[in-house]
Each structure stands twice: as structure tokens, then as C-alpha cells.
């Protein structure tokens, strides 16, 4: 993701400017512009460099979800997941074949709904070893 802010003072408006890369969703470069429009007309207060980013991750997230991928943040907790208990890549893949019922060659095709049932697999593979252990 790339996103420059260029900063700017209540006294200086119109130099703001929040440039974001042509590869990132129409609906957030429409929303940035419409920000920095606003921020440029005296409409609205400046927002921080971190609420924008997060605001472009958010964006990029929900962009993956209604494409059907799984989010960023799934694929993390995935693979912590898969190495909190000790699954090594063919391990994964069989995993995956086994739960969805279909070829999988790589966790990179998985969709979102394959992802979280994963998820949902793998923690409560954790949730019952965690019992196991306590008795």
C-alpha cells in the first residue's frame, strides 16, 4: 500500500495533499480525495497520518473480503496457528485437503470461507490440547 500525506497547518489548507498509489481500490483514492477536499475547503479538521493509514488498511481488507479472500489478518493467524502446532507446509496442505474436501496446492488459493474454516479447526485443535494438558 502507498500512501504519502503531505502535511499541512490550519494556516496552509490548500498544500494538503493525500496521494494514493493507482493500484489501490477506487472506493479509497474517491475517499481520500474527498478528505483531502474537505481538509482543503476548511470543512474538516486534519486527520492524523495513522488514522488514514489505518482507515487504507481497513479499506484494503474489506476489499480482499468482498473479493472472497481471506484478510491479511487471517492469513496471520493462520500460519501462527499452523506453527503453534507444529504443522510443517505438506502438513498444512493435507490438513486443508482433509477439511475442505477438495485440492488445495497452496494456502495462498484458499478462499475466505476456507480460511476460517481452518481457523475454526485449528483453534479448537489448540482449545483440546489445551484441556488434555490441564488434567
Not at 3 to 19: G, L
Not at 48 to 71: D, F, H, I, V
Not at 80 to 87: G, P, Y
Amino acid at each position: 500500500m502507498t500512501v504519502t500525506i503531505i502535511e499541512a497547518d490550519a494556516d496552509h489548507r490548500e498544500s494538503y495533499t493525500i496521494e494514493v498509489s493507482p493500484d489501490e481500490p477506487d472506493e479509497l483514492r474517491q475517499a481520500f480525495a474527498t478528505i483531502q477536499d474537505q481538509v482543503r475547503k476548511g470543512l474538516r479538521g486534519i486527520p492524523s497520518s495513522q488514522l488514514l493509514l489505518s482507515w487504507a488498511e481497513r479499506a484494503k481488507e474489506e476489499q480482499r473480503r468482498n473479493l472472497g479472500q481471506p484478510t491479511e489478518k487471517m492469513r496471520r493467524a493462520l500460519f501462527a496457528r499452523a506453527k503453534e502446532i507444529e504443522l510443517e507446509r505438506q502438513d498444512r496442505i493435507d490438513l486443508a485437503e482433509m477439511l475442505l474436501e477438495r485440492d488445495v496446492a497452496t494456502w495462498s488459493d484458499l478462499t475466505f470461507d476456507d480460511a476460517s474454516k481452518l481457523l475454526t479447526a485449528m483453534d479448537g485443535y489448540v482449545l483440546i490440547r489445551h484441556l488434555r494438558t490441564r488434567t
